[in-house]
């Protein structure tokens, strides 16, 4: 009977462990349960265990608001932060909402000359060419004309990219830029202008973006072990990426759009404010195009004829939502472009397995076969690896010293 009993426990532990249980943070749910092929998820963990080079640290999957699939590869915990590329973007994006609903960003057709300190400006003729830009412009890559790395490897390009990262102020440094010819219409992606909405999120709250979602979304939330990298030496934190995140942290924040910014019983995000990223209003792909980019937040279309919104990282970082299918998917990894096409990867995953899953008929796998799976790959081979930078290993304890922000 003893034995029994130690058994038991040692099982519920092993899968307490991987945040599958009864204590986990996100309600839990069986996939069958929610009307989704279990059939299709074993086949989606034997792909990724199958690739052993294949570079994903997690992939957390829910329905309906409940955690079904909760994938972390060999020895990650699932405590540890990841590095967010530009899903960061999309997170910057959300506090700017959240700023918005409560009355300390007017509105997101306000003029940058008018959000930002005059003291920042050059000259008067850059106040008055930012009169033209407002965060709408910002938070739809329609505003500076400055290419960056890795998108543009020209030595201008690298120059520029190398200025920024220096400056003791990124808005001031941003606000001195050039800006595109067709504000509001001409697209240009790149890792400069979301300091633009950065820097502005923290003068008009007095806080680092950082600090401003420690009092906001990351504590409604219950967020923990996140960080934010690369901040300037006044505190301004990088819009563009740095953003490190527990993957069950990403997956709330998915759910809470899911559920039109409702988290638990709280209203964290405006319905409003949910409503308004889920328009998308300027194409990457020039004029003629359907819009399919807008408040740091893509559209894509994984073969259902549904968009999901969708925050997209460099190397393999994602948080996609679907509302008609109740669907939030999270991925993290670190897939060099040099060795792989992360597009195509996270494209297949979507359209081959969890979309099909999604839309059911109702299966079941089985008994356990989809959760030993699971421990088992977590158990296996470490994804990473020495060469890789150290910001992209996955760790409980912060990587930098964060900064209060001193303007």
């Known amino acids: 009977m003893l034995f029994k009993q130690l058994l038991l426990t040692v099982i519920i532990l092993a899968t307490c462990c991987r945040g599958i249980c009864e204590q986990s943070e996100i309600p839990v749910g069986k996939a069958s349960e929610e009307g989704m092929d279990e059939a299709k998820l074993l ?50 994006s959300t506090l700017v909402g959240i700023a918005i609903d409560q009355g300390k960003i007017p509105s997101t057709t306000t003029p940058i000359s008018d959000l930002a300190p005059a003291k920042l400006f050059k000259n008067k003729m850059d106040i008055k060419d930012f009169e033209k830009v407002n965060l709408k412009n910002v938070m739809g890559m329609s505003a500076l004309n400055t290419p960056d790395p890795p998108r543009d490897m020209s030595s201008s390009a690298i120059e520029r990219q190398s200025n920024y990262l220096k400056a003791r102020n990124y808005l001031e440094f941003t606000l001195g830029m050039p800006l595109l010819k067709n504000i509001g219409t001409d697209f240009l992606y790149n890792d400069e202008t979301p300091s633009l909405a950065s820097g502005v999120l923290s003068y008009k709250t007095q806080l680092s973006a950082f600090d401003y979602g420690c009092q906001t979304l990351f504590k409604d939330l219950e967020c923990r072990n996140m960080e ?13 990426y740095g953003l490190r995140l527990r993957p069950v942290d990403m997956q709330k924040i998915g759910i ?20 308004t990223i889920f328009q998308p209003y300027i194409s990457n792909a020039g004029d003629g195009a359907p819009a399919n980019y807008g408040w740091y937040w893509w559209h894509q ?14 190397k393999g970082q994602r948080i996609a939502i679907q509302p008609e299918l109740g669907l939030v998917v999270t991925m993290t990894g670190c897939l060099e472009p040099e060795k792989f096409n992360e597009g195509s990867i996270f494209a297949e995953l979507m359209a081959k397995y969890i979309v099909p899953a999604a839309e059911g008929p109702s299966t079941s796998a089985p008994d356990n076969s989809i959760e030993i799976l699971l421990q088992k790959i977590n158990k296996g081979q470490a994804r990473h690896n020495r060469a890789m930078e150290s910001r992209m290993i996955p760790s409980v304890r912060p990587k930098e010293k964060a900064i209060r922000f001193r303007p």
């Open 43 to 92: 086949d989606l963990a034997k792909r990724i265990e199958d690739d052993q080079r294949l570079p994903i640290f997690s992939l957390l999957i829910s329905k309906n608001g409940k955690l079904v699939f909760e994938l972390y590869t060999g020895q990650i915990k699932s405590d540890e932060s990841h590095y967010l590329m530009s899903v960061t973007k999309s997170v910057l």
């Open 228 to 240: 934010w990298m690369h901040q300037d030496l006044t505190g301004i934190n990088m819009g563009g």
């Open 256 to 275: 809470t759009i899911l559920q039109k910014g409702k988290w638990k019983d709280k209203q964290v995000i405006s319905s409003q404010w949910v409503e």
């Open 301 to 314: 279309n994984y073969g259902s004829g549904k968009a999901f919104l969708e925050a997209n990282g460099w």
